[in-house]
């Protein structure tokens, strides 16, 4: 299996700064989220999950195959029994060691050492945000994933999204101080084909105002893939931090702010397509 799969740990920021932003969550105790999951700009790394009946009632299990700071290959497992519908679900896992492989097999040479938690959430049923806090010294962040595979005959019922092919004009938004790039169906903001700088999948540098009047810039990069949901998209990167509504199909307007130096600088901004 070939996966080709970053926002930062300021979620919970954005959530606050922006409480405006609505999002209709995907369902996870209907099972609908399990399946592959990827970030298309980090290749050879990817998430499997799985919402299951258990005799300990319905649980959602994980495994996220990701590297170790040295490089090598790291598997990160967990479990979790679920309770009423989360929007969000928080998973301990651990990492193994010690068997050999094949005939040489021993599952008492296993070792399993506890390695965090990861939190994810799925803003609807084609995204979901992977955020992690290790107790084992890998820190904490977050990246953003899509959707790769779903379960065959397995439905999510709230994609949140507007159907292939319509809703959000593609190609490379543009205005003054902003690009980002639209991917094919108007699902996403993508890193993939965009001719924004360095790739990006949004790029924002726009002329502010601080809390006292001064005049000041503010700043945000993002990369990967980034949902929009409900005909909006946030994203944070670099310390900026954006909120964006598309009005209509061909127009958005935007709110991004910076903290610089203790002052919180923030602007607006406004884009169309010029590359559909």
Known sequence: MSFKPSISSAIAAIAILFSSACFAQASITEGGVSGQWYNPTRDGEGLF???????????????????????????????????????????????????KFGPDYDSAALNRQTWGTLTITFPNCNSAILAWDSSAGFGSGAIELSRLTTLTQVRCT???????????????????????????????????????????????????????????????????????????????????????TFNNPTNLSGVVQETDDGQLCTATYSAQPNNP
């Open 49 to 99: 999950v799985e919402v299951v009946e258990s005799g300990s009632g319905q649980q959602i299990s994980v495994a996220w195959f990701t590297y170790d700071m040295e490089g090598f290959q790291m598997w990160l497992v967990g479990n979790v029994v679920l309770g009423g519908d989360p929007e969000a679900v928080t998973i301990p896992v651990v990492v193994t060691n010690g068997p």
């Open 158 to 244: 709230n994609p949140s999204l507007p159907p292939s092919g319509t809703g959000i004009t593609p190609g490379t938004w543009r205005g003054n101080g902003v690009c980002f790039h639209v991917s094919a169906d108007g699902r996403t903001l993508t890193s993939a084909g965009s001719p924004c700088d360095d790739g990006h999948a949004l790029d924002v540098e726009v002329n502010g105002t601080t809390a006292g009047g001064g005049q000041c810039e503010a700043e945000v990069e993002c990369n990967g893939v980034v949902a929009i949901v409900d005909n909006g998209f946030s994203c944070s990167g670099d310390g900026g931090r954006t909120v964006a």
